[in-house]
């Protein structure tokens, strides 16, 4: 089976963002850009996480999902800020595939239960988000990396398995946006408890942290963010219309981050199939 | 009389029973230039000209929601007539006579077979989980085939234009197993086992993976769809104007 290589794409009103520690988000552009140009390139899924969440912003992530999904035909899935299976049902009428709970799963358990029940466990991606500890143990967190919730997030990750969960993307709060690498106990321990495939996300810096979540780490699957981000705009002349919002330093410098080494999917891609992962490769790479 | 224009937009039902998403099959409908509709009622899936079936999620419970819908014999009415009926995932599943999914269930007995559990596999120092999520390759099975740019085996089904060993994407973990071998359309590898991951058998064709999430091969499938129901409409039309001239 191919390790799916996966783009996460941070949504904050109507701009693609990227932190650190899943804060201090910084503004990139028009999130449908990045998409298009990772769908041509091979993206084997692409996941859009709402980062504010907040109900009046809502409309503007549905459009967001509507327009990608009517013009990238990967699987899609969605998360943030979703807490009723009416909330679930929006998001997957306007076009996604698959929806990402986190702060409503652990508030409720249940709704894992009744959302697998209704949309198919394959629908739903429970999103688990861990810091370690200085002692060495985890704890899930909610709402972006702001509330503890005193919750193990390996007996966590069992638990959503029987809920009825159809995939698990394990976040290393620690670790996201960093560069620093993986946290590859975490996704391991996880990816080994339980029977459904695990997504490894947060801490990519450079190709060979891809190579050791999936060797070390046993991920199914990976989500990129920054690496693929910072190549984007590094390399594509960007003409489009920001609004105010949010932090648009970056943009304006366009100094990059430096512990991100950027790289592009099919370079990543390459590099893992040097190394002996299989992976899909998209031979008529399109030149956007 | 005048020649009426050839239709652009053709009408296809996508059956509705609640459960999965049904609106990236619409979008991949809409790119293929063929006018899809959402629907659950019995006269317009009898009206359409194609009708697809799509569906994640438990066979038992899928079967028990058609069952209430009345649109059990409907589909079966529609395998008969000779349109095209293409059922995606769990739709392709439902199609079969029986599955051993949390128990046992009567599905709509239009392919003989049963559906049966993927067992997780080790492949090299890698364990393939179930379910099967991801990209894997559609095959023929037929080595002399490889050789050939888009395969000889598909052509003039829903598989035409691909090539052997292409990428498609996949979401589950059962699959159907056809009595009769010569409906199987492509095989798939996972771990020890070569599963039936597309059939057909004359206007019925049924696929386990998401063509309209398998990128620009998997919108062939679609525009394959488009041109079957053409072709469809054509035949119709000679029939009816007793001339059979085209």
Redesign the interface.
């Known amino acids: ?4 290589v996966i783009p996460r794409l941070d949504i904050k009103g109507p701009n693609l963002v990227k932190g650190i520690h899943l804060e201090g988000l910084r503004v990139l552009g028009k999130p449908e850009r990045f998409a298009r140009l990772y ?1 041509e390139e091979g993206a ?1 899924e692409l996941l859009y996480m709402d980062v504010v969440a907040s109900l009046y912003q809502r409309n503007s992530l549905l459009e967001i999902v509507t327009r990608t ?2 013009e990238i ?4 899935t969605v998360g943030g800020g979703l807490r009723t299976l009416d909330d679930i049902h929006a998001v ?6 698959k929806v990402s709970l986190n702060t409503a799963a652990i508030l409720r358990p249940e709704l894992v239960r009744e959302a697998s ?7 739903i991606v429970v999103s688990i988000e861990a810091i370690r500890k200085p002692d060495g143990r985890y704890e899930a967190y909610t709402d972006n990396g702001r509330e503890r919730t005193g919750v193990d997030p390996f007996n966590w990750a069992i638990r959503v398995t029987e809920l009825g969960a ?2 698990i993307i394990v976040t290393s709060i620690d670790r996201e946006g960093t560069g620093n690498g993986f946290d590859l106990e975490l996704t391991r321990k996880i990816a080994e408890s339980v ?3 695990v997504i490894a996300c947060g801490g990519a810096g450079k190709v060979a942290d891809v190579y050791e979540v999936v060797t070390q780490g ?1 991920g ?2 990976v989500c990129l963010a920054s690496m693929l981000h910072y190549n984007f705009v590094k390399h594509y002349d960007n003409a489009d219309d920001f609004s105010e919002e949010g932090n648009v330093e970056y943009l304006r410098t366009r100094r990059g981050f430096s512990k991100i080494q950027d790289a592009t999917l099919p370079e990543i891609k390459e590099y893992l199939l040097r190394h002996g992962i299989a992976v ?1 490769l ?1 031979e ?1 790479a399109i030149n956007a | 009389m005048p020649e009426t224009p050839w239709p652009q937009r053709f009408q296809v039902a996508i059956v509705d029973y ?4 049904l ?2 099959v619409k ?2 409908c ?2 293929a230039g063929i006018h899809a509709s959402i629907t659950h009622s019995c006269s317009e899936i009898l009206q359409a000209s194609a009708v697809i079936l799509p ?4 066979f038992g ?1 899928a079967m028990e929601i058609l069952g209430k819908l009345d649109l059990v014999s409907v589909l079966r009415d529609i395998a008969a007539s000779g349109k095209p009926l293409v059922g995606i995932c ?1 739709g392709m599943q439902l199609l079969m006579t029986e599955s051993h999914e949390f128990g046992w269930h009567r599905g709509l007995g239009i392919i003989e077979g049963e559906v049966v559990r993927l067992e ?1 596999a080790v ?1 090299g120092d ?11 390759r559609i095959a023929t099975g037929n080595a002399t085939a490889v050789q050939a740019d888009s395969c000889v085996g598909w052509k003039g089904s829903l598989l035409e234009g691909l090539s052997e060993g292409e ?1 498609m ?1 996949f ?2 973990s059962f699959y159907p197993k056809p009595v009769d071998a010569n409906v199987v359309l492509s095989i798939t590898r ?1 771990g020890p086992v070569d599963f039936c991951s597309s059939l057909r058998e004359g206007n019925i064709f049924g696929c386990q993976f ?1 063509p ?5 091969q ?2 062939r499938v679609y525009q394959n769809l488009a041109f079957l129901i053409q072709k469809t409409q054509e035949g119709d039309r000679n029939v009816r104007t007793a001339g059979g001239k085209v």
């Not at chain 1, 035909?73 to 899609?76: A, D, G, N, S, Y």
């Open positions: 089976m191919n390790v799916r769908y084997d999904s009517r035909f990967i699987p899609l997957l009428r306007a076009g996604a595939d029940r209704r949309f198919g466990s394959s629908t159809g995939e029977p459904i495939p046993k199914d699957a899909r998209v008529e | 609640g459960i999965g998403n609106f990236s979008h991949a809409e790119q569906g994640v999620g438990a419970d769990l997780e492949h890698r364990v393939l989980k179930v379910p099967h999520v991801g990209w894997n990428y994407y979401v589950h996972h998401h309209e999430r398998s990128g620009s998997g919108l």
